[in-house]
Nanobody, 116 residues
Framework: VQLVESGGGLVQPGGSLRLSCTASGFSISSYAMRWYRQAPGKERDWVAGIGRIGPSTFYQDSVKGRFIISRDNAKNTVNLQMNSWKSDDTAVYYC??????????WGQGTQVTVSS
């Protein structure tokens, strides 16, 4: 069972970046998927979530209107499109998969940093 995030890197203020999280060893179709982030010196915070049945999405207020979470169950992947990037968005981004029974899997994280 594994979740692997990709797509991290440098982003200019106002720019865009797309993160992906690909699962192996299980099907994400039975899991609610979430993105979290952890900035230096801060706790890990929830950023966005999407239900098992795609259309239900949820966002932290600070990213609402800028970030878009989506899932492709056929590709076993969840994505996070990040637009209108701000320096406060700099963090390590993690994806998680949570089942109805509470089982949760985590990825190793991908760093996204604002570029000057």
């Amino acid at each position: 069972v594994q979740l692997v995030e990709s797509g991290g890197g440098l982003v200019q203020p106002g720019g865009s970046l797309r993160l992906s999280c690909t699962a192996s060893g299980f099907s994400i179709s039975s899991y609610a998927m979430r993105w979290y982030r952890q900035a230096p010196g801060k706790e890990r915070d929830w950023v966005a979530g999407i239900g098992r049945i795609g259309p239900s999405t949820f966002y932290q207020d600070s990213v609402k209107g800028r970030f878009i979470i989506s899932r492709d169950n056929a590709k076993n992947t969840v994505n996070l499109q990040m637009n209108s990037w701000k320096s406060d968005d700099t963090a390590v981004y993690y994806c998680s998969a949570r089942s109805l029974t509470g089982t949760e899997y985590w990825g190793q994280g991908t760093q996204v940093t604002v570029s000057s």
